[in-house]
């Protein structure tokens, strides 16, 4: 069965400061990974996937499968990037996302 | 066509009730996807269709639950005999088929009394 955990429901955090949203999963197969952010009062997005390793809004993600981790780090967070980010595997079989819980993330000024 | 819509945005029901959520997806998608996201968790996937066909629903909760895309197009979500374990979001998502992104909507928030 696959999983996706992220242990902080909450990260707080001052203008300026890294930033690293933690997602540990479990998969047989090749893995598949995303992270999704949710703005206040806005529709869940995509932020990037592991695939395409590039850097969104100075996030990027590094897929260690000896650790299967897939950590979201930004080395200067902003007040704007306060918002609820979510860890998800792709199951190729069943075309379906499987979500972690969730990490809401505080910017304080 | 801008996105993923879903209707109502929310709805208010009694136990015992049925409630019937709608989604329509971003046009060209042939992908469509229903999640379900209670307080303080992710979505959980639900069913999927691609095109008119139901590709995966042994996700789905209960036999109360049933899901439609009968043109390929617009999809409905039913719960029949609603319960209050069934108040959540209710989230649909499109994508096109080989594509891994979806796109979500902005959900359905179902509160049973």
């Known amino acids: 069965a696959q999983r996706v955990t992220q242990p902080e429901k909450l990260l707080s955090v001052f203008k300026g400061a890294p930033v690293e949203l933690k997602c540990n999963y479990s998969?047989?197969?090749?893995?598949?990974l995303f992270w999704y952010v949710q703005y206040s009062r806005q529709r869940l997005q995509l932020l990037l996937r592991?695939?395409s390793r590039e850097s969104i809004k100075g996030f990027t993600a590094d897929l260690n499968k000896g650790e299967t981790s897939f950590h979201l780090k930004k080395p200067f967070a902003q007040e704007e990037d306060s918002a609820m980010y979510y860890c998800?595997?792709?199951?190729?079989?069943?075309?379906?996302?499987?979500f972690g819980g969730g990490t809401r993330l505080m910017v304080k000024p | 066509d801008t996105g993923v819509s879903q209707d109502p945005r929310h709805k208010i029901t009694k136990r015992g009730q049925n409630v019937t959520f709608r989604c329509d997806p971003i046009?060209?998608?042939?992908?469509l996807y229903w999640y379900r996201q209670t307080l303080g968790q992710g979505p959980e996937f639900l069913t999927y269709?691609?095109?008119?066909?139901?590709?995966?629903k042994s996700r789905l909760l209960s036999d109360r639950f049933s899901a439609e895309r009968p043109k390929g197009s617009f999809s409905t979500l039913e719960i029949q005999r609603t319960e209050q374990g069934d108040s959540a979001m209710y989230l649909c998502?499109?994508?096109?088929?080989?594509?891994?992104?979806?796109?979500f909507g902005p959900g359905t928030r179902l509160t049973v009394l």
């Open positions: 998502a499109s994508s096109l088929a080989g594509g891994v992104e979806q796109f």
């Open positions: 998969y047989s197969g090749s893995p598949e």
């Open positions: 592991h695939i």
């Open positions: 998800a595997l792709y199951n190729n079989a069943g075309n379906m996302l499987t």
């Open positions: 046009s060209e998608h042939n992908r």
């Open positions: 269709f691609q095109n008119e066909a139901q590709l995966e």
